[in-house]
């Protein structure tokens, strides 16, 4: 199984479940098995980790951290752009294009995945899309947090009504269709 660099999985399972309350770690804690426990015990933001291991607490942690929503994962990864591109990224992603941030995305993909390619193809005015091709195991909620880390991203260029729909019926390359206003 392919391995996701540590930094959304410790941004959700620390930074978000403490902005939770005080029982959503507890509450995460008893939701896991013996082996995601002990997987999550050893994590480390800068690691390699497992990325089914990484879907699976990530998901649990993300439905305690908004409870009812169809998409929590995603929210997950949008919070985790805002709070990661601060200072002179902030600034700077103001004076460019959001194709041009994208395909910036798409160039470091293999910094935070061990498998796959990602490239971007302006698709219309203010359309696009972020393929990723030879990665057949990311999994959906990896392909969540993709989403979500893309619309806080493209968010922070001033762009508005950030769309991003994820076209997954061929899991050779998936699609990220991303629209803005």
Partial sequence: MPKNKGT???FTTTKLLEKSGPSARQKFLEQLTPAERAFHEKALEISWLDAAMVSANLAKAARIIFPGRDHPLQECGRLEALDHLTGMYRIFLRFV???MVM???A???RQYHDAGAAYVKKTGDKRLILFVEAYPELTPELRDIVAGYCQGTIELTGAREVVIAINDKNPAQWQFEVSWK
């Fill in 8 to 10: 959304n999985y410790y």
């Fill in 103 to 105: 395909k910036q995305a």
């Fill in 97 to 99: 294009s959001v194709e």
């Fill in 107 to 109: 160039k470091i993909w």
